[in-house]
C-alpha cells in the first residue's frame, strides 16, 4: 500500500508494475509538487521518523474498549468458493459467499459484538472489508494494511464491536473479487429507530460481467496491460497475458471499446466498461427478487450500491420517495422521485406502499442499462412481473443530489477549526489508464488521536471519483455537514471533508470505483504518537 513521503501516490503493487515504464511514461511529470500545500493553523506533520501506531497496537484495542457493548455476541460464516450462479436463466461461473451473486444479508443490533468466521476455498487469497463501519482498525479487512491476506484454504475471524446503526455492506478487499460476487449487505438496526417505518427491505445493486465471456481481471487488463492482477487479484497477485484467454480478452476490449457514458450530475464521462447485466439483489430484471408489503404501510428501502463501476439512478414507479439517511447517518427528510447512488453509496428511502404491482429500477447513470425488480402489496395479484425496461417516468422526475440533502442534528459533527489541513489531487496520467493522487500532501496524511482533519480533493481528472474513507465517517462542510463514508468528487472541482481522528491505526482513502482503486487512486490515513 502506500506510503509516506511521495507527491504522487499509488499502490505498491501498481508502482511495481508500472516502474518498467519510467516516470515520463506515466505522465505525472511534477505533479507531484504542483498541488495545493497546506495552509492549517498546524501543518502537516514531516513523515520521517514518526512514531507510527500500527494495527495491533494497544491504541486499536484500547479505542474499542470505549465502545458500548451490549452484551450480545451476532456470530455468522462465511465461505468464499467457486460458485456456478443462475442470472435469469445464464448459468456463469464466479466466486461468491454461499453459492449466490449477492452474499447472504449480515443483520445484528448497534452495540453487538460481530464475530464472523471467514473460510476461503479459494484458489486466490482474499480478505474482507466492512464497509463504512467504525470499526477497530485490525478489524477492517484490508490486507496488507490491516491484515495478512487469508490464503487459499485457510480461514480467518472477524471480531469487533459495531457501534453505529445503519445500512452498511462488506466486500472482499482483495483485488477485483468484489467484481464478482464476494460482497453482500450489513444492517446494524438501531434499537431507537424514529423513522417510522413499518416495513423493511434491502436492494443490493450491481453491475455483472464475471462468466459472461471473460473476468474482471481480463477487463482490467483491457484497460492497461501493465496493470493487470492489481491488489490480490487473481491468484492473489498480479496476472501475466498468458493468464488470460484470447476469448476473454476479445470480450473485455468490447466492453472497454463501446464509449463512454456522460451525466451532467456527475459532471461528464460516468464510466469505461458497457456492463452486460445489472442486478439488485443478484437477480436480473427478467427474473426480479419480489418485494412485498401491505398496501398503506411504510416500507423502508435500504439502497446499496455494490457495483464495481457503475453509478445508478434509483426510483420506484408510482411513488414518492422520502430519503432518511445516507451511509448509516440520518438526513433531514427530504422528497425525491430519483435519486444518483455512486458506488459503495448506500441511501434509505421511505415509500407509502400503493396497491399493486410496481416496477423498481436502478437505471445506469449515463449510458443504457438497467436494473430492475419488482414492488408488490399484499393485496395485489401475482401476476407477470412488469419489466418496463428500464423506462420510468419518475427517473426524469425531481432528481435530489447528495449536495442538496442536510444532517439531521443529531447526525451533524461538531464545528471547530481543522487541526491538520490537507490539500491533495486526484489525477489521471495523461490519457493512459492510471490514476492516483498528487500534491505535496499526498501519501502524508498523518493526524494524531483527538485532531480534527479536513481533506480537501481537487479533481483535476475528467472522470468524477467516489472517494471513501476506512474507519471513519466524514461531515462534507459545502453540502451543510452531510455525514458520508464516501463522497462523489466531480471533475473540476474541490470538494472537502472533515472528520475527528478518533479511531487510531493505518486507514485506507482511495476511490471506490474498483479500477480506478487497481489503477493507483489509492492512500492511506495513518495515526502517529
Known sequence: ???????????????????????????????????????????????????????????????????????????????????????????????????????????????????????????????????????????DGAAPTTQAPIGAGSSFEYNFIAPDPGTYWYHSHSGLQADRGLFGAMIVEDPN?????????????????????????????ALNPAISGGHG????????????????????????????????????????????????????????????????????????????????????????MTIVATDGYDVEPTPADTIIVGMAQRYDVLVTVKSGTWPVVAKVEGRDGY?????????????????????????????VTESELRPTESARLETKSPDRDYHIELIQAGNRYVWGMAGADAGKLVMKQGERVRITMKNTSTMWHPMHTHGHTFAVPDYGGLRRDTVNVLPGTELAIEFDADNPGEWMFHCHNAYHFEAGMTSNLRYVR
Open 1 to 139: 500500500m502506500s506510503r509516506p513521503g511521495s507527491g504522487v501516490v499509488m499502490g505498491r503493487r501498481r508502482f511495481l508494475s508500472l516502474g518498467a515504464l519510467g516516470a515520463g511514461a506515466l505522465g505525472l511529470g511534477a505533479m507531484g509538487t504542483i498541488a495545493g500545500c497546506s495552509s492549517t493553523a498546524a501543518s502537516p506533520t514531516p513523515t520521517t521518523d514518526l512514531d507510527y501506531i500500527l494495527p495491533a497496537d494497544p491504541e486499536v484495542a484500547a479505542a474499542e474498549s470505549a465502545r458500548a457493548w451490549n452484551g450480545t455476541t451476532a456470530a455468522f460464516a462465511l465461505a468464499a468458493g467457486f460458485s456456478t450462479v443462475d442470472l435469469g436463466g445464464r448459468l456463469v461461473d464466479t466466486w461468491t459467499y454461499g453459492g449466490a451473486a449477492v452474499a447472504p444479508e449480515l443483520r445484528l443490533k448497534s452495540g453487538d459484538r460481530v464475530n464472523v468466521s471467514v473460510q476461503n476455498g479459494l484458489d486466490a487469497e482474499t480478505t474482507l472489508h466492512w464497509h463504512g463501519i467504525r470499526i477497530r482498525n485490525d478489524m
Open 193 to 221: 429507530d424514529i423513522t417510522g417505518a413499518d416495513a423493511d427491505a434491502v436492494l443490493v445493486l450491481d453491475d455483472w460481467l464475471d462468466g459472461l465471456g471473460t473476468t474482471p481481471d481480463s477487463v482490467l487488463m
Open 233 to 320: 487479484g487473481h491468484g492473489g497477485g498480479a496476472t501475466t497475458p498468458a493468464e488470460h484467454s484470447e476469448a476473454d480478452m476479445s470480450v473485455a476490449q468490447q466492453l472497454v471499446s463501446g464509449g463512454h457514458g456522460s451525466s451532467e450530475p456527475l459532471g461528464g464521462m460516468t464510466q469505461h466498461i458497457a456492463y452486460p447485466l445489472h442486478l439488485i439483489n443478484g437477480r436480473p430484471p427478467n427474473d426480479p427478487a419480489v418485494v412485498t408489503a401491505a398496501p398503506g404501510s411504510t416500507l423502508r428501502l435500504r439502497i446499496i450500491n455494490a457495483a464495481a463501476e457503475t453509478p445508478y439512478r434509483f426510483a420506484v414507479a408510482g411513488h414518492e
Open 371 to 399: 436494473a430492475s425488480t419488482v414492488l408488490r402489496s399484499t393485496d395485489a395479484l401475482a401476476l407477470a412481473n412488469p419489466d418496463v425496461g428500464g423506462n420510468l417516468s419518475e427517473l426524469a422526475g425531481r432528481l
